[in-house]
């Protein structure tokens, strides 16, 4: 019996499958965050956050934006990345006929993002680049927070 609901097409769990999209598309997503630094999905911009031995690096991936209405702001360790990002779906009449959008699946409006840096930045060593749709925030670690190799004698 089990094995006729997990081979049929579009059986039972395609059918709760189908019925979590629809009430996502209504509703919008409701998941939780997997993990303490998690967001909910659907958050934007996506971003990475590493460090290498010299600074932190966040990358924010958020194409099609102008780069001179993006906000990058460092206060007191927390790093605010801000904009807005205009909306492409047909607006109004053309041609006398009404527009309509058949899907939505890119977000648009207002974003913001703050990330908390580690206690070992150098605020006064920060870097922000746009190119191809992809934002690099680069901020210098302290040379006291650098690896050091230590003579043994």
């Known amino acids: 019996m089990y ?47 590493g460090r290498t031995p010299n600074s ?15 906000e990058v702001n460092l206060d007191r360790g927390v790093l605010t990345i801000s904009g807005e ?15 309509r959008v058949y899907g939505r699946e890119r977000p648009n409006g207002r974003f913001m993002r703050a990330i908390s840096l580690p206690d070992d930045i150098d605020p006064s060593k920060v870097q922000a680049r ?3 749709g992809v934002l690099n925030v680069s901020v210098a670690r302290r040379a006291e927070a650098q690896p050091q190799r230590i003579q043994v004698q």
Do not use: C, H, M, W
């Open 130 to 132: 746009y190119r191809d």
């Open 85 to 99: 990002r205009a909306s492409s779906l047909p607006q109004g009449e053309e041609g006398g006929k009404q527009q």
């Open 3 to 49: 094995g006729s609901l997990l081979s049929f097409p579009g059986g039972l769990f395609g059918d709760f499958e189908r019925l979590r999209r629809e009430l996502d598309d209504v509703f919008g997503p409701v998941g939780q965050p997997s993990s303490i630094r998690s967001v909910a999905p659907g958050t934007y911009p996506a971003i990475n956050v």
């Open 56 to 70: 932190v690096e966040v990358y924010a991936f958020a194409p099609g934006l102008d780069p001179a209405k993006i």
